[in-house]
C-alpha cells in the first residue's frame, strides 16, 4: 500500500459568497457550524497558526478541496459517496477513508487532528 497523498474536503462549497457566509456562521452561531474540519483548521477568517506550521512542514502531499471541487476533480463512475467533512487518502489510485466525519467533528482542535494524522500515516507507509 503505497500513500500518495491526503485529501481533506470541507463540508462547505468553494466561492467568495460561501466563505463570507461561512465566516459569519462561525461567529454568529459557533454551535450550529456544520464543519468541524474548517473550524480546527481556520479561524473565522484566518488559518490555525499551529495547522498552517504542520501543513507548511509536513512531508505528507495534502490537497483541500471544498465539497463542490471534491465532486468536480474525483467524479468517478462508481459515484463515491461520502459525508462531508472527510479526509481521504489517495491510495494505490483509488479513495480510503482516513478519518471519517464523525471523528472530524468529534475532535476539539488542530493538536487534536494533527496527532490522528501522525498516528495513521505509519500504517500507509
Keep these: ?16 459568497r460561501n ?7 462561525k461567529i454568529l452561531s459557533p454551535d ?14 484566518t488559518e490555525n497558526k499551529v495547522w498552517k506550521d504542520f501543513r507548511k512542514n509536513s512531508d505528507l502531499e495534502l490537497e483541500f478541496l471544498h465539497k463542490d471541487e471534491f465532486a468536480k476533480a474525483y ?9 462531508f467533512p472527510i479526509v481521504l487518502a489517495l491510495v494505490d489510485q483509488d479513495l480510503e477513508v482516513f ?10 482542535d488542530a493538536r487534536a487532528l494533527i496527532g490522528v494524522i501522525q498516528e ?4 500507509f507507509l
Design 120 to 123: 495513521r500515516k505509519n500504517v
Design 99 to 108: 478519518i471519517k466525519t464523525e471523528e472530524l467533528n468529534a475532535l476539539e
Design 19 to 25: 466563505l463570507l457566509i461561512d465566516g459569519a456562521h
Design 32 to 45: 450550529t457550524y456544520e464543519c468541524n474540519l474548517c473550524d480546527i483548521t481556520y479561524g473565522a477568517f
Design 75 to 83: 467524479r468517478s463512475k462508481f459515484g463515491y459517496k461520502f459525508t
Design 1 to 16: 500500500m503505497q500513500l500518495e497523498k491526503l485529501i481533506f474536503i470541507y463540508n462547505a462549497d468553494s466561492g467568495l
